[in-house]
């Protein structure tokens, strides 16, 4: 009964969050938008207020530990394949300096406004017992974010991956998320508790990339160029891959941070071969996608609040999406102003940086299982990261041009 019961939850988030998502494609926005707003339609706002009894039935909170087991399985996959994929587009070197002025004041700017923000919202929106420095510094990742995936989708679908602009926006949101991933370690480290926890946290962090660079990286480095030289692993080495992925998931998971850090660090460490990275998005990536992050979604739905949008919470919510378009749209193109770029050229690549998808929601989940944020500010956060994306699409229509008709075949993750 209790597996009849998980298939009937994972079938209805299925259909509703691929019904949502062609619905978006429609109006020309990544399908993922629409999973995404599949969460809201699955959580209490929508679907909890339409049909009470049937809702409070279907996620009753006794049947969800296999959701989220499913979810965390999907975040991690899904980490893996980004670090995998991060890396330097071609070009970078010559203009690292750009990207590097793009990238970090695409990401200061917005934290610092996160920080300047954090007095009126941790009153009212912090749980109780979370001090104001570890709330504050959570504010300031998560209003630096950007997602690479989602970039590299819009600007693949619009052929200018290979522009000027779109190598100089690819590099800087690398580098963005770099610096945001490291500062969000640093305060889930820094929340974990006192001074001792921090020192464990810290130390074993460096000891695991220290491990995951100076020895897994040659590892599957030759094991990849003895067992798979075309780029295409066999099923046992498949297994290892992803043992590696699971183990280091774990291992940061033990630490105190999250899983995702782990398996992030470990898709970076593999070798930047293309016809890997195709393998992988054909066999990894495409369950993760598909299958496991409408989970994910549905989860975080649940997770929100009808009273964020009413009474003094609505003023908090307007000045969130104000503070994160205003901050990425402007830090990105400060930094591309004074790389030597135009206007047109730097607001396109601030637009570009203001896009966020579904590594925000990562962090909203993150900094939600640590305790920093509660369900009234996540379901904020969820608002900000929907609206911020698809803002991107008529904003780069506006400072670079439409985008030529789509050709080909749709990348596995659709803009996630």
Same mark, same amino acid.
């Given at each position: ?38 969460? &809201? ?27 989220? @087991? ?12 980004? /670090? ?29 406004? /996160? ?181 994910? &979604? ?5 997770? !929100? ?26 830090? /990105? ?21 203001? @896009? ?32 911020? !994306? ?8 506006? &400072? ?17």
């Amino acid at each position: 009964m209790q597996h009849s019961h998980l298939l009937l939850q994972i079938l209805i988030i299925l259909a509703v969050a691929r019904a949502c998502g062609w619905l978006l494609r429609h109006f020309g926005q990544p399908a993922v938008i629409g999973e995404m707003a599949a969460g &809201f339609v699955l959580g209490p706002i929508v679907f909890g207020a339409l049909f009470p009894e049937f809702h409070a039935s279907l996620f009753a909170k006794d049947s969800l530990p296999g959701l989220t @087991a499913l979810s965390n399985l999907g975040l991690v996959l899904f980490m893996f394949v980004v /670090g995998a994929e991060l890396r330097a587009p071609d070009g970078v070197r010559a203009q690292l300096k750009s990207a590097g002025a793009v990238g970090v004041l695409g990401v200061l700017v917005p934290m610092a406004l /996160g920080l300047a923000i954090s007095p009126w919202l941790h009153p009212t929106l912090a749980p109780a017992g979370v001090g104001f420095w570890p709330f504050a510094l959570f504010m300031a990742s998560a209003m630096s974010i950007t997602a690479f995936p989602v970039m590299a989708r819009i600007l693949k679908d619009r052929g200018m991956t290979q522009t000027g602009l779109g190598r100089l926006a690819l590099s800087s949101a690398a580098i963005a998320d770099v610096f945001a991933w490291v500062m969000l370690a640093l305060v889930l480290a820094l929340a974990g508790g006192g001074y001792a926890d921090f020192v464990k946290i810290a130390v074993g962090a460096l000891v695991l990339c220290a491990v995951v660079f100076g020895a897994l990286k040659p590892l599957y480095a030759a094991l990849l160029r003895k067992h798979a030289p075309d780029g295409r692993p066999g099923l046992m080495l498949l297994a290892a891959i992803l043992i590696g992925a699971i183990a280091c998931a774990a291992a940061t998971e033990w630490l105190g941070l999250h899983a995702v850090f782990g398996a992030f660090l470990f898709g970076a460490c593999l070798p930047r071969d293309d016809r890997l990275l195709r393998y992988l998005s054909e066999r990894v990536e495409f369950i993760a996608v598909v299958l496991l992050m409408p989970i994910v &979604f549905a989860l975080a739905g649940l997770n !929100t609040r009808a009273d964020a949008f009413a009474g003094p919470a609505l003023w908090a919510l307007l000045l969130i999406l104000v503070v994160a378009v205003l901050g990425k749209i402007a830090g /990105g193109a400060a930094g591309a102003r004074l790389a030597g770029y135009g206007w047109r050229d730097s607001l396109a690549a601030g637009s570009l940086m203001n @896009a966020r998808g579904l590594m925000e929601l990562i962090v909203m989940k993150v900094g939600l299982d640590a305790g920093l944020i509660g369900p009234e500010l996540f379901t904020m956060l969820l608002v900000m990261a929907i609206v911020t !994306t698809v803002m991107t699409g008529p904003l780069l229509n506006l &400072f670079a041009g439409r985008a030529p008709a789509p050709v080909g075949g749709h990348a596995p993750r659709d803009g996630a």
